[in-house]
């Protein structure tokens, strides 16, 4: 298996720099007392298409030969990785096909089409997502660019930890939200090669704990029926991510909806910034373990903001 | 009458930097699409308390000479201007005293104590206020610090504009909320000292015209019976503010409460940052008025980020 280096994730950086925008990091001095420590939020909700996966999307894109480019790219996903890709694809001057479950909400609908890609829609399993992307390959000849298990997505992942060590250069701990893996397998990397005493932390909702068992168990463990509102963190590990994750992560934490929820709030509050709940839970991990990471300096990647406005989990 | 020059200005931003957030300049190139033009938004939502108005408040408790300052600060308000003046008491170790209607909504009643002032509730009439403050001062000896018409809070509410002309320097118009007109006469004292050509609008929801009436007639019309969502904006200007603004101001442009929440809506979507509804007004003017501003380049103030999460105006 051929593994992601450091060197790989600079090169990444190199390669989409100008593509991508360097976000801000933030803080609040009102949530830093209500955590007892200084969180540092290195915000990709601000990045374009409002998540972490147009680094990975840029990467994945810039990185195709040129005779396989030319065909164009295609997934299937029903979230930000679509969106991203749509617009990697449409800067390279390329065509971008996505698989899309007919029930996806129409807010994501509308946003992998406005970035312009062509919508195949299928049946909301799995099994009929998969089938019609290969159908879609076959008549097209498009490439495949997975959401995370993705050795050049996983690297384009990572230049958002490396941007956040470079401008705050005393971090103690990454706290990271865990879906498929992508982003916690590119942030890992970067974090320990940078400094291999920051602490890395996956942070994943106890109703969708499958990395959770799977870094625990050794073994990778399939996502069952997760029921969160954190829709970013549904998927499970590959054999790509839960490697690298088992490499380089010291350890798995879950956390509550009721925690999701008051951490988004206080974010929204606080910051005056729109995060969905998927990046709300690592700072949901650091309030349910004030104890455990007293005295530290925490980071956190804010992985995007694209939430239904007209569907809040705010109940006051 | 005593107005502010631009030099008090300075001399107010020397004051009150290292207190202040220096807020972000934030665009968004899906808005600049849907505009027609650049826009450059300051981020006052980002500023301490959420808002412009604590430039303003900490300029005037900092000019307080000792002897009127150790009695403690006052001032009868609903809004930001009282959590401001709270936060500004509280860092110079006075006391802040408000006399707020018992009818305010709960969370603007805890921000307000939560920074530390003294509430003393009364009838949500300004007959009310007015009596109940008058009572505290006398009982306490406390400096009424009113939220617009004031010589220093001016001064302060201009250094938002200050810095945004020092990190944009080829702004052809400036757009400014006006409420009782402290934001706006700042700002154009400080918009046309830098720059003369600079065409500086003040932007009023046309349910609440008071400022755009009295602009056009020359003498102060009040605000009747105002029905806007754009709370923030509610109040008539004064004699100081109304002179600085004709003085200094090219034009008054009303918008509709649909145009308002559009455009709240797509900043909360597009650029992923919390703004309350007075703030979305300014970009509703640009966009109600595209050709009038084609080809320039236009700032926008975003007064503050304080808003009710639990009752949000999206009607999708």
Redesign the interface.
Known sequence: MNLPTFEDIQQAHLRIKKHIHQT?V?SSTGINDIAGIPVLFKCE??QKV?AFKYRGATNAVLTLPDKDAEKGVATHSSGNHAAALALAARNKGIKCFVAMPHTAPKPKIEAVRYYGAEITFCEPTLQSREDTLKTIMNDTGAVMVHPFDNFHVICGQGTATKELLEEINDLEILLVPVGGGGLLSGSAIAAKSVNPRIEVIGCEPANADDAYRSFRSGTIHPSLNPKTIADGLLTSLSDLTFTIIRNYVDEILTVSEESIIQAM?LV??R?????EPSSAVPLAVVLENKSKFAGKKAGIIISG?NVD??N?P?H?
Chains 1, 2 share one sequence.
């Open positions: 801000p933030l909700n601000f409002g709030q929204w509050r910051m005056k910034i729109i995060i903001g406005l007209t809040l705010f006051l």
